[in-house]
């Protein structure tokens, strides 16, 4: 893919209007001006991406365009003409259709089955048209060039299937405006790529996309224009032609405001903190390196490159199948990760949502419960000392800056970047030394970025061991002191300093090698 001259740019039928308008949006909620004024508008064909850090705005402009929100104020336009939007039926009706983050699909029912939720299925006889249901779905699936069977389980589809059949659930639905939330996120970069690629597709036909995204890369990848939201107001629209990093990242987080910069000074200190010696798994050969007090070492490679399988096997979620490590010169078992915790070990798993969130608890029970028993007063009948347990969790919450409620908030009522920091932070109460951390600063704003990547450095400096794994190639430079690549199970290649660069991380997980 380029960043230059895609299709999208030429799907519009009229370049002067707009297939849909914001005007003067508002929303006011008890305390909270939510939307401020917002004006700016989607023309057809386009792929327009919607920007601004957690809290700016975006999702409750989405739910006032969707109609789960009444506007306190300004107008929603479709194709110049105002609607009112009072529930999503009315958004349907009008042509809108959302694509949820999570794509709101059953794993386990077909791709067809999944295609009719919510609608009247055909009928002869009395009797499910079984027949007619495929065929329906199949004209769905090649309006999205989307080949796949209609007998297939979505659950054993690969995720940018997933997302595809979400966009074809609209498009069927007659929806001229597709509005994507996040729908990259559980993507790899080369399924991110094949979803774009039938995004332009559908954009050249007169779909119309508003795009929401956290990741930058993509938002020059895919978008004809991006508008940005701050603090519930409009920051800016830009013109591909006029959109620059720098630019956008100001308008994201305001003048002054930078993403990250490429770490100028390393606080690994001398010794050794962990030991990995021929460690071997299922998807992972013979990988040993030595990780310093104060060292951030990252593993990288493309997907199934072993990787992956090596920061499980450190924590013991899956078992060795040879090899080990050595913790502060101790030999590690890693039969489960109840023995990587005991050495020292903390892990944060690169699904923040389904392995690391205690969903509809508090703040304070996502923070201690790894550590629930520094604070019990009584053994026998597991009783909680709730001002130690309190205390901990105050410390930890204001020592990774989580802006929240308080700690009896709801953990669900957080940000994604404030919910990962409290997934970093939980760690500190266990007296970790290692860190484990895989895509931190996945489906988190560009904001809360740069605040884990400081949280990083923090840990580095205090002595901790972090080794760190990514989706975002870019990331490995911004964040560490030596990057080992996987291809096919085994490292290849060690790369330090300016050495470590997206392409260098490339070429040699692609199997190439440095030039001299």
């Not at 450190?314 to 109840?338: H, K, Q, S």
């Not at 604070?375 to 930890?396: M, Q, S, W």
Request: charged residues 25%; contains cysteine; proline residues 5%.
């Amino acid at each position: 893919m380029t960043s230059t001259d895609h299709p999208a740019a030429t799907g519009a039928s009229d370049p002067s209007g707009e297939v849909l308008t914001i005007r003067g949006l508002t929303k006011q909620f008890p305390g909270t001006l939510a939307l401020d004024a917002v004006s700016f508008g989607v023309r057809p064909g386009e792929i327009h991406a919607l920007l601004g850090e957690n809290g700016a705005g975006k999702s409750t402009l989405i739910k006032c365009v969707c109609g789960a929100y009444a506007p306190t104020g300004g107008e929603i336009l479709i194709d110049g003409r105002p609607v009112t939007m009072t529930s999503p039926a009315d958004a349907a009706a009008a042509g809108i259709a959302v694509v949820h983050q999570h794509m709101n699909l059953v794993p386990t029912l077909s791709v067809a089955e999944n295609l009719h939720l919510g609608e009247r299925l055909p009928r002869r006889a009395g009797l499910l048209h079984w027949r007619k249901v495929h065929r329906r779905a199949r004209e769905v699936l090649d309006r999205v060039a989307l080949d796949v069977p209609t007998t297939a389980i979505v659950g054993d589809l690969r995720p940018e299937q997933h997302a595809m059949i979400s966009i074809a659930r609209a498009v069927s639905a007659d929806a001229r405006i597709v509005i994507l939330d996040e729908p990259t996120n559980a993507l790899l970069p080369h399924e991110v790529e094949r979803l774009f690629e039938q995004m332009r597709a559908l954009a050249t036909r007169g779909h119309s996309f508003l795009h929401i995204s956290h990741r930058l890369s993509e938002v020059f990848e895919i978008a004809d224009r991006a508008t940005v939201l701050r603090d519930g107001r409009h920051a800016g629209t830009f013109e591909r032609a006029d959109m620059t990093h720098s630019g956008i990242v100001e308008a994201i987080v305001g003048r002054g405001g930078s993403l990250a910069e490429r770490r100028g000074t390393s606080h690994a200190r001398t010794g050794t903190l962990m030991k990995v010696r021929d460690l071997s798994g299922q998807r992972a050969r013979g990988i040993s390196f030595d990780l310093a007090p104060g060292e951030i070492v990252g593993l990288a490679g493309l997907p199934g490159s072993g990787a992956d399988e090596t920061m499980n096997l450190l924590f013991g979620r899956n078992r060795p199948t040879g090899g080990g490590i050595e913790v502060e010169g101790r030999p590690v078992p890693l039969r489960d990760p109840a023995d990587a915790i005991a050495a020292g070990i903390a892990n944060v798993p690169k699904n923040r949502l389904a392995e690391a969130i205690f969903h509809a608890d508090s703040v304070r029970a996502n923070v201690t419960l790894p550590s629930l028993a520094n604070y019990l007063r009584e053994p026998v009948l597991r009783l909680i000392h709730r001002g130690r347990e309190d205390a901990a969790a105050e410390e930890v919450t204001a020592k990774m800056r989580v802006r929240m409620a308080g700690i009896g908030a709801s953990i669900d009522s957080l940000s994604g970047g404030n919910q990962q920091k409290v997934v970093l932070g939980r760690w500190l109460t266990t007296g970790a030394r290692i860190f484990l951390l895989n895509s931190p600063t996945a489906a988190v704003d560009v904001g809360a970025k740069k605040e884990i990547y400081d949280l990083i450095d923090e840990l580095a400096r205090e002595g901790k061991g972090i080794v760190f794994a990514s989706t975002e190639l870019e990331e490995y430079a911004l964040v560490c002191d030596r990057v080992f690549v996987f291809a096919a199970g085994r490292v290849v290649g060690e790369l330090t300093g300016d050495q470590v660069t997206e392409p260098n991380i490339m070429t040699l997980a692609a199997g190439g090698a440095l030039a001299a």
